[in-house]
């Protein structure tokens, strides 16, 4: 079809090119089909026109979105949303990427994955904590005290805490650690970075992206390390992590988006935003599984179905976890507020990991057992003051991302 005036596009018409902006950098990628929403995110950048593919022809796949695929797709999508107002500006762009994702899915032969409850042998599980032992600070005490936490978290701590440290010394610790060193190599050179050069050691990573930001990093990973014990019956530990990666790399994209800038802060919030889940299905499995089927009867975000059912939820185990292993006092926050934003108002990077959880479910990155999208707030969209438009965007940049650093992670795919 060639080259057509912004004026001209319309939804359905596939990008034949890379849409380019005025400074070079990527807009839109080859394959992507246009909606109503990122053509008045063109207009309003004032994008003259685009390649787009003649629909007779061309590269396949992308083009062969049918009405009745789309039909199929919204029926399967909008259950995500049971929790949300469509009506909402954020929420009602987010349902439109995510449509048009699960059409093209099926489009390619995907077939949408049917909803797993948990495993029968689950529900004769025990829980190893009651309420009448104490409160939840002894239920995350219970766990410090016997979490097996990997040495190589307190090394990089001990460094970190001593104020004659160096750079040269953070590098040291870590490099000594060499699945560690692997991983932060493999994801400092992934797409996420975007670096011009192959950096290939840690003192190097240092270097480019600064001592704080790779022990954070390194923090992070590590702590992914200390819950290996969870019974398969009860949770999908590489679901668990890869939904865990989508909310952190959302979360930074976010933050530049926001804030010109994404933080590795914010990566590491994203990764650890669950971790409260993981101390419930350890400590409480049988109560962990009577919670997804509250959710699933309810048809309610299973952060509501915690509350109800335990009388509190994961964000709070979460933040008094990483408190007591003491990790950033703003870390904590953004973790424990990550559910109810307002709670901090004002506060941008939980607003921002608030909305990449919520972008990550809609998405379809999905927790295990949980695939209600978490109800918006408001006000920590306002706080963020994003356009609508901008979720495109950001949902296009972090698709690769989140699969290059899923397959850094877990090289072996899952079945």
Request: hydrophobic share 45%.
């Amino acid at each position: 079809m060639g080259r057509l005036p912004v004026d001209a596009l319309e939804p359905g018409m596939v990008l034949a090119s890379d849409l380019l902006g005025s400074d070079g950098k990527m807009l839109l990628p080859k394959g992507m089909t246009l909606t109503d929403s990122l053509i008045g995110s063109l207009r309003k950048r004032g994008v003259p026109g685009a390649d787009v593919a003649d629909s007779g022809g061309g590269d396949a796949g992308a083009g062969d979105v049918t009405e009745a695929l789309l039909q199929e797709s919204a029926a399967h999508v909008v259950r995500r949303f049971l929790a949300n107002d469509l009506s909402h500006p954020a929420i009602a762009a987010l349902y439109e990427i995510a449509v048009m994702a699960q059409a093209h899915a099926l489009a390619e032969g995907v077939p949408i994955v049917p909803e797993i409850g948990p495993n029968p042998r689950a529900e004769s599980m025990g829980d190893l904590f009651f309420r009448e032992e104490g409160g939840v600070e002894d239920l995350v005490d219970s766990e410090v005290k016997l979490a097996s936490f990997p040495d190589i978290y307190f090394k990089i701590r001990q460094v970190l805490d001593s104020p004659v440290s160096t750079s040269a010394q953070v590098a040291d610790v870590i490099s000594k650690d060499t699945s560690l060193t692997a991983k932060l190599l493999k994801l400092v050179n992934s797409p996420f970075y975007g670096l011009p050069h192959r950096v290939d050691s840690i003192s190097r990573a240092v270097i480019v992206l600064g001592s704080q930001e790779v022990s954070t990093l390194a923090l992070g990973i590590a702590a992914m390390n200390a819950f290996k014990d969870i019974p398969p019956e009860l949770i999908n530990m590489r679901t668990f992590w890869e939904h865990s990666m989508a909310v952190g790399v959302f979360a930074r994209l976010l933050g530049d988006a926001v804030a010109g800038k994404g933080s590795e802060r914010l990566f590491v919030a994203g990764v650890l935003h669950d971790i409260g889940r993981l101390v419930i299905f350890k400590k409480l499995p049988h109560a962990a599984v009577e919670a997804i089927y509250y959710a699933k009867g309810n048809m309610t975000p299973l952060c509501v179905a915690e509350s109800e059912v335990l009388g509190f939820s994961h964000p709070l185990i979460g933040g008094l976890l990483l408190k007591a292993w003491k990790f950033p006092e703003a870390l904590v926050t953004t973790v424990s507020c990550h559910h109810a934003p307002s709670s901090s108002p004002g506060d941008v990077e939980a607003a921002v990991l608030h909305l990449a959880d919520i972008m990550a479910v809609a998405l379809g990155h999905t927790p295990p057992a949980s695939v209600m999208v978490p109800a918006l707030d408001p006000d920590a969209w306002a706080t963020l003051g994003l356009d609508p438009d901008r979720l495109a965007e950001v949902a296009d940049a972090g698709r690769d991302q989140i699969d290059e650093i899923v397959g850094a992670f877990f090289p072996v795919r899952k079945n």
